[in-house]
């Protein structure tokens, strides 16, 4: 039966009773009385296994603490210390669970969504008022996964760690080979940024992690490099920090895009009145009014679009003018789709022929 105890149940095994025991455990007495272990076909690989169960412990933020006997130098025990791994009382009131649940919300599909979602289910036990996440439904940040080098771009940024990885530049479409020190991961216009200093070119730059093509991998040990100067994060950043606020004024169906109501303004004093507007009056019947402030163009008019007809940007002429272009080009992939749709049946036809 022992050998059928699985890492992670015997993880669990040793934490239960590490912190249920009075004084100490040996060694001897985990082997022999903590499942899982008795399975070890030899005491070196009792010890191994010990060793590597104590460290993930550790990892894992456990404080597993060596316990020598007063008496007796080399009789060594283990325990686990409940002051310092029991958490105090959590009280989350409904409205901090909530923001706790749009940040989860932004990891979905991410590469660390598991976690957030183990860590969101602990929470929501602690926390007080309903748990409905439809009540933050279409609040959370909009940002496109970062795929397969998010997660060792995290460890990275992290351990101050230099990276390798293959990227596609936006503006020439080259595909090169670029070493980096990773300094900030941030989160733009709709998707994954990395900033860092690009050993190659000597300089800082930002790469979007849409454009990293096949693995990013670690390159040399942990601390190789010393956090980055304030002045010199603060200048690479400045082409992704966002403008100066402004007011955009859309027409809603009633009762939806409920995010885009939850951040209303009141109107501009130089804003016109939509509805006596012979341009728009015709627009606006049927339809609510709403004023949302904005920094970014592209990120409000994406939010826009993805409402569909429940949403139309009446002002300003840049916002309309980039959801406009974004339909045609949804427009234009259908017709290509389309017409690729047709070649493939049309040679299908040849071959058969």
Known sequence: MAD?????????NLVIALVNTRGRMTKEQVRTGVA?????????????????DKDALRDLGIPVLTVTDAGHGDDVGYRIDVDTYALPPLDLTAAELGVLTMAAQLWQDQALSADTSRALTKLSVVGTGPRDGGLVAGLSPRVRPGGRALAPLVD????????????RAANTGEVRERTVEPWKLLARRGGWVLIGFDRDRGASRSFRLSRIEGTVRA????????PPDPADLDAAMAAWRPGAERVATLALLPERASALRARAVPAPPEAPDPAVDPLTADVVRGRDVVHVAFTDTHALAEEVLGYGDAAIVLAPAAVRAVVLDMLR???GLDARLDGEVARTAAGTEDDDA
């Open 329 to 331: 080009t949804a427009a």
């Open 36 to 52: 899982g272990y008795q399975g070890a076909q030899s005491d070196d690989a009792f010890e191994r296994m010990f060793e590597r």
């Open 219 to 226: 390159v040399g040990p942990a601390q190789a490099f010393p």
């Open 156 to 167: 990275a940024v992290q351990d101050r760690r230099a990276v390798r990885f293959t990227y």
């Open 4 to 12: 059928q105890i699985d890492a992670s149940e015997r993880l669990l």
